[in-house]
């Protein structure tokens, strides 16, 4: 079994910055990668970014190209989210997710381990 645990979220303003935290436990051997996916309020839950174990970020949304960035600490097996220059259209429930292969990132069904989310509120 594997688990994840999201961490970070909180009230902020347009322009702050936040980090999130997701660690994982349990047998992550067989793991591929790791992908953050949000859900606001009304909307579908969406694809953020994503990071392979053996590479780097591969995948990303036009919408946090040069705010977002990702990064990895295989030892400590926990995956980040740097977020900078936020805004109020950030506001959304953020959850961590794992693959065990590569295929299509941004298909939520393709992952197979979920953490309980995270809420992240930017204040206008």
């Known amino acids: 079994q594997v688990q994840l645990v999201e961490s970070g979220g909180r009230l902020v303003q347009a322009g702050g910055s936040l980090r999130l935290s997701c660690v994982v436990s349990g047998r992550t051997n067989s793991l591929y990668g790791m992908a953050w996916f949000r859900q606001a309020p009304g909307k579908e839950r969406e694809f953020v970014l994503g990071i392979s174990w053996n590479g780097g970020t591969r995948y990303y949304t036009d919408s946090v190209k040069g705010r977002f960035t990702v990064s990895r600490d295989n030892a400590k097996n926990t995956v980040y989210l740097q977020m900078n220059s936020l805004k109020p259209e950030d506001t959304a429930v953020y959850y961590c997710?794992?693959?065990?292969?590569?295929?299509?990132?941004?298909?939520?069904?393709?992952?197979?381990?979920w953490g309980q989310g995270t809420q992240v509120t930017v204040s206008s």
């Open positions: 997710a794992a693959r065990s292969y590569d295929g299509n990132w941004l298909n939520p069904n393709e992952y197979r381990y």
